[in-house]
């Protein structure tokens, strides 16, 4: 019995560490791809963010106007404002996962 859990343990071990090289963590992704713009803390206020006028994630009442499937659009599919794109589409560079694990970070930010 102990011997079963044992390998048990560590096949899920090794399961997770296979999950977890194919799919960068999200702070790792937002830090590369959306910082420079939304800012490390969704506030927006970076010099890019301040120009294009961005959203503050750190404002419930900006969290509230937004629905999950508006952020997952709008990373999956990029923003395109008065025909131009704003934000580029993530879906060529980031898997649906790493997409969809921007939904509960972008949460986060709400103070
Ligand atoms: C070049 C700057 C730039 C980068 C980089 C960028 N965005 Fe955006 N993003 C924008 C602009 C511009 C808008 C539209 C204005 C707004 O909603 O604040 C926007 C809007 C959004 C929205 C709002 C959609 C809505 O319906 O309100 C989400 C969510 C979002 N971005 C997520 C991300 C994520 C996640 C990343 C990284 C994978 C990212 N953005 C990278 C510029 C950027």
């Known amino acids: 019995m102990k011997t079963y859990t044992k390998v048990l343990v560590a096949g ?10 194919s799919a960068a963590p999200v702070a790792e992704n937002w830090d590369n791809h959306c910082a420079k713009c939304h800012g490390a803390d969704g506030a927006g206020q970076t010099k890019i963010g301040k120009k294009l006028k961005l959203k503050n994630y750190t404002d419930a009442a900006v969290q509230a106007a937004m629905t999950d499937e508006e952020i997952l659009k709008a990373t999956t599919e990029g923003v395109i404002i008065d025909g131009k794109e704003k934000m580029k589409p993530f879906k060529d560079e980031l898997s649906a996962e790493e997409i969809n694990d921007f939904v509960a970070y972008i949460r986060a930010f709400k103070s």
């Not at 899920?12 to 090289?21: D, K, N, Q, T, W």
């Open 12 to 21: 899920l071990a090794l399961a997770s560490g296979v999950a977890l090289s």
